[in-house]
C-alpha cells in the first residue's frame, strides 16, 4: 500500500515548457486534491476531484488544467509556465465518508521555472 | 482574505516542556478542524482533528482544544520531544452541502524542540 505517490519529485523548466505533474492513489479514495505551497505560506488549493470524470477549480487554478480519467490518477498540467509557477506542489486524496475532511498527502513535487 | 491564520511562525521550547500552538478563523461556516504535521521535503501528515460540536479531543501527547465562540483552536503537544519539530499546519473544513470537503489551511507555525 503506496499511499498517494507523486513524479517527479523535483523539475526545472523554461519559461513558456509545459509538463504534466503526475499522482496517483492506490487507497480506492474518490476526492483527489492539488495543492500548492509557497514559502512562507499555506497551501492553497488548485483544482480538485470528487470522482472520475468530475473536476472543479480551487483558489488558485489559473495556468493549470487538470484530468480524472480514472480513480487513481490525477494529473495536473502545465501549458505555459511562469515563474509564478515556481513552487512545491502536493496531491492528497480523502476517502468518501461523511463528516470525515482528513485528506492523504503525497511527498509533493519541487517545480522551479527559470 | 485569511480564513485561517496563525499568527506565531515560529515557537521554540525545550524537551519535555509542554508546546502550544495557535490558530485562529474567521469563517462561521467551519465546522470540522484538523492539524498536519510537515518535516521539510515530505508532505503533510494529519496528525489530529476535531469537530464543532467538542471542545476538546485528546490522541496521545496530542490534544486540541476548540473556544467556537472566540474562533480559535490550539495544539497542545505534553511532553514535546525533538522529532516534534516541524512545521504545524491548522486547516479547516466547511462539511455542509457542496463544499467537498475542501481544506483551507494557515501559514504553518515551526515548532523546535531544544533538547
Known amino acids: 500500500n503506496a499511499g498517494v505517490t507523486q513524479t517527479p519529485k523535483f523539475r526545472i523548466l523554461k519559461i513558456g515548457q509545459s509538463m504534466t505533474l503526475q499522482c496517483t492513489q492506490d487507497m480506492n479514495h474518490n476526492y483527489m486534491y492539488w495543492y500548492r505551497q509557497d514559502p512562507g505560506m499555506g497551501l492553497k488549493l488548485i483544482y480538485y476531484?470528487?470522482?472520475?470524470?468530475?473536476?472543479d477549480k480551487g483558489e488558485v487554478p489559473n495556468g493549470y488544467n487538470v484530468s480524472r480519467s480514472t480513480t487513481e490518477d490525477f494529473p495536473l498540467r502545465l501549458e505555459l509556465a511562469a515563474p509564478s509557477q515556481t513552487s512545491v506542489y502536493f496531491c492528497?486524496?480523502?476517502?468518501?465518508?461523511?463528516?470525515?475532511?482528513?485528506?492523504?498527502f503525497g511527498p509533493g513535487t519541487r517545480l522551479t521555472v527559470l | 482574505d485569511q480564513q485561517v491564520k496563525q499568527n506565531s511562525p515560529s515557537l521554540s521550547v525545550q524537551e519535555g516542556r509542554i508546546s502550544i500552538l495557535n490558530c485562529d478563523y474567521t469563517n462561521s461556516m467551519f465546522d470540522y478542524f484538523l492539524w498536519y504535521k510537515k518535516y521539510p521535503a515530505e508532505g503533510p501528515t494529519f496528525l489530529i482533528s476535531?469537530?464543532?460540536?467538542?471542545d476538546k479531543n485528546e490522541d496521545g501527547r496530542f490534544t486540541v482544544f476548540l473556544n467556537k465562540s472566540a474562533k480559535h483552536l490550539s495544539l497542545h503537544i505534553v511532553p514535546s520531544q525533538p522529532g516534534d519539530s516541524a512545521v504545524y499546519f491548522c486547516?479547516?473544513?466547511?462539511?455542509?452541502?457542496?463544499?467537498?470537503?475542501?481544506?483551507?489551511f494557515g501559514k504553518g507555525t515551526l515548532l523546535t524542540v531544544n533538547p
Open positions: 486547516a479547516a473544513s466547511d462539511h455542509s452541502g457542496g463544499s467537498n470537503y475542501k481544506l483551507t
Open positions: 476531484s470528487v470522482g472520475a470524470g468530475i473536476t
Open positions: 476535531i469537530s464543532s460540536i467538542k
Open positions: 492528497a486524496s480523502r476517502r468518501g465518508l461523511a463528516g470525515v475532511s482528513e485528506q492523504f
